[in-house]
Structures are given as structure tokens and as C-alpha cells.
Nanobody, 113 residues
Framework: VQLVESGGGLAQPGGSLRLSCAAS????????MRWYRQAPGKERELVAA????????NYADSVKGRFTISRDNAKNTVYLQMNSLKPEDTAVYYC???????WGQGTQVTVSS
């Protein structure tokens, strides 16, 4: 199992970023996927989740209405569109495959003016 995140970087408050997580080594379309984040000195928290077919999504209250999780099973990729970014969104963002329990290496998102 391999998960490779990309798309992180520096954004201004109110800005947007789109994270991608490319998956390989397993049947991507058969598993739910999640995005987590971990800020310095804080525990890792669940940000968003999506079912294997992409029909059902769930979000943490702190990102609801601003972030959107989606997936393209033909490309073995899950996305996290992040809009209206806030400084408190600063963290390392990780993708995670349910049931298999595997993590990516993470991508840093920094929101600052």
C-alpha cells in the first residue's frame, strides 16, 4: 500500500488549496478514504471521510462548508478542496485508507499572511 499526498503549501487567509492523494498497491475503489491533519503540539484529527463509491461524505465541524472531499476511482486518487482557509487550518495533512490502516507521508499546509 502506498499513499502519496501533494498540493500543500503556503496560502493566505481566505485562500484555497487542493490536496491530492495518489494511491497504489490495493484496490482503491473498494475502500473508504479519509483526510486527517495534525497541528504542532496537537493530536491528529479527522478532517473528512468518503465512502468507497464516493456517495457519502463526512466532515469535522471545523471545516464543514469550507472543505470538500472527493475521489476519482479511475485515477486512484482522493482530493481535499480547501476554501476559505484560516490560520487554524495550518497542519500536516495525511490521507488514510480505512480497514487497511495505512497512512501517507503527509503534506504541510500553512495559512498565513
Amino acid at each position: 500500500v502506498q499513499l502519496v499526498e501533494s498540493g500543500g503549501g503556503l496560502a493566505q487567509p481566505g485562500g484555497s488549496l487542493r490536496l491530492s492523494c495518489a494511491a497504489s498497491g490495493f484496490t482503491f475503489s473498494g475502500y473508504g478514504m479519509r483526510w486527517y491533519r495534525q497541528a504542532p503540539g496537537k493530536e491528529r484529527e479527522l478532517v473528512a471521510a468518503i465512502t468507497s463509491n464516493g456517495v457519502v461524505t463526512n466532515y469535522a465541524d471545523s471545516v464543514k462548508g469550507r472543505f470538500t472531499i472527493s475521489r476519482d476511482n479511475a485515477k486512484n486518487t482522493v482530493y481535499l478542496q480547501m476554501n476559505s482557509l484560516k490560520p487554524e487550518d495550518t497542519a500536516v495533512y495525511y490521507c488514510y485508507v480505512t480497514l487497511l490502516g495505512s497512512w501517507g507521508q503527509g503534506t504541510q499546509v500553512t495559512v498565513s499572511s
